[in-house]
């Protein structure tokens, strides 16, 4: 199936007399038969449901389109962008390792994996993504256990070279994991591009109706988990009667142990109803791409002429820094745009306040233009320096153009300008 289709079909195929529509598992348990059956599946979950806490039939079916979308083995709903991004770390790393990540990521990712992953005895090493090869091979350590990236960062939307830190990763026998909360699957499939795990938070383009905060892991299945640097993969788990997940699960072991280790321990398991709100979201999804891709080109072209602008950031311009690695990774740059507004942080709050059709809200990835001003929001905990490494001026702004018609957002952004 293509994509517009996945996107209504993957993941739920109601058999004779069943519902059309994803039905909702309102439950927290499930019922046996006899204790045996219990014990088999505390033994092995994956055998059947048994707790909400690890599986939920309408998450499920919402995992099984992700991953279809994505062209993963398998994935793993969680209750925020936040926990995916958490366990997809900790599903490698323990107390004494490191990781690397590109400093262009989302401000509250920086603060996850520089501050709070750093209290657990787990080292984030930050790169620039335009570091060359030889810099950043030195970075890694004999600890390293991944490296981590977004296709199109948050909020510098700069383009990730993904096959470029893929071989880099594979080279020290490390595992790509890509954030591609911007990009969707629609626009870009990391893993066709070497990528071994994909995230999302599922709260912006996936959902598009700010209604559930949610986030994703794919498992692309195409990681060696057994080349010697991932022990907790191949040896016993004491806490499953000494299960091996190689052996176990073979190309599903990254998924399976993230569900029956992480989620069984960490609970950060979406509701069934807010799975439902997601699934919805899901279903328009290619279309809706294809209309924010379109909105946003017009905006990004009507700035570009505007003299209050100083500089404008879209991959989808020609000259852009990202163009051509936009025109290598993706369908379309999305419908977030970066800009910076001359007399900065001043200048760019009153632009910002004087916008009545935009909303100022900490989102982004709305069906509603939103806009927001990183300095003194989402980034206000990082340091001047970590501004700049995040590619964040005291000007920027981040655009995020929604479905209305171009007209009104043109108007709009034009009212905002006015009062500079």
């Known amino acids: 199936m293509k994509d517009e289709t996945k996107c209504l079909h993957a993941g739920y195929t109601p058999k004779n007399a069943e519902p059309r529509v994803v039905p909702i598992v309102q439950s927290t348990t499930y019922v046996y038969d006899s ?13 059947s449901l048994i707790y909400s806490r690890f599986a939920n039939p309408t998450v499920m079916a919402v995992e099984e389109k992700i991953a279809a979308l994505e062209g993963g083995v398998g994935a793993m709903c969680t209750s925020s962008g ?14 004494g390792d490191s990781f690397i990540s590109l400093s262009e990521i989302y401000g509250g ?10 209290k657990l005895g787990i080292e984030c090493i930050f790169i620039d993504k335009n570091a060359s090869d ?14 981590f990236g977004e296709t199109i960062a948050n909020p510098a939307i700069t383009v990730l070279d993904i096959e470029r830190f893929a071989n880099i990763a594979h080279a020290h026998g490390v595992p790509l994991i890509v954030d591609n909360t911007f ?17 999302h938070s599922t709260s912006k383009y996936l959902d598009g109706h700010a209604v559930q905060v949610g986030g994703v892991i794919v498992d692309s299945g195409n990681f060696d988990w057994t080349n010697g640097n991932f022990p907790d993969f ?26 029956m280790q992480l989620m069984r321990d960490f609970g950060v398991y979406p509701a069934a109803h807010s799975a439902f709100l997601l699934n919805m979201g899901l279903e328009t999804l290619a279309i809706r791409m294809q209309r924010y891709c379109e ?10 002429n505007s003299d209050k602008i100083e500089s404008i950031t879209y991959p989808g311009l020609e000259g852009d820094a990202g163009y051509e690695l936009g025109k290598k990774y993706l369908k379309g740059a999305s419908g977030v745009i970066s800009f910076v507004i001359r007399g900065g942080r001043e200048a760019a709050m009153k632009f910002m306040d004087s ?66």
């Open 134 to 147: 030889e810099e950043i091979h030195k970075a890694f350590k004999p600890n390293t256990k991944a490296v």
């Open 35 to 47: 204790t045996a059956d219990v014990a088999a599946v505390f033994d092995d979950p994956t055998l």
């Open 355 to 420: 916008l009545e059709l935009a909303s100022n809200e900490v989102h982004v990835a709305d069906i509603r233009t939103c806009v927001l001003h990183p300095a003194s929001e989402t980034h206000r905990q990082l340091t001047d320096e970590q501004l700049v490494a995040a590619g964040i001026k005291a000007g920027m702004v981040r655009f995020s153009v929604g479905l209305e018609n171009v007209e009104d957002i043109l108007a709009d952004i034009e009212k905002g300008l006015a009062a500079i």
């Open 183 to 199: 990009a969707t699957p629609v626009l870009c499939k990391p893993i066709d591009f070497g990528a071994d795990i994909v995230i």
């Open 109 to 118: 990712t920086v603060n996850l994996f520089a501050v709070t992953l750093k």
């Open 82 to 95: 936040q926990a995916a991004s958490l366990l997809s770390i900790l599903n490698l790393c323990s107390a």
């Open 295 to 304: 909105n946003a080109m017009v905006v990004a072209k009507y700035l570009q």
């Open 234 to 259: 191949c040896e016993p788990d004491e806490s499953y009667h000494g299960l091996i997940y190689t052996e176990a699960y073979g190309k599903m072991a990254y998924i399976l142990k993230a569900r």
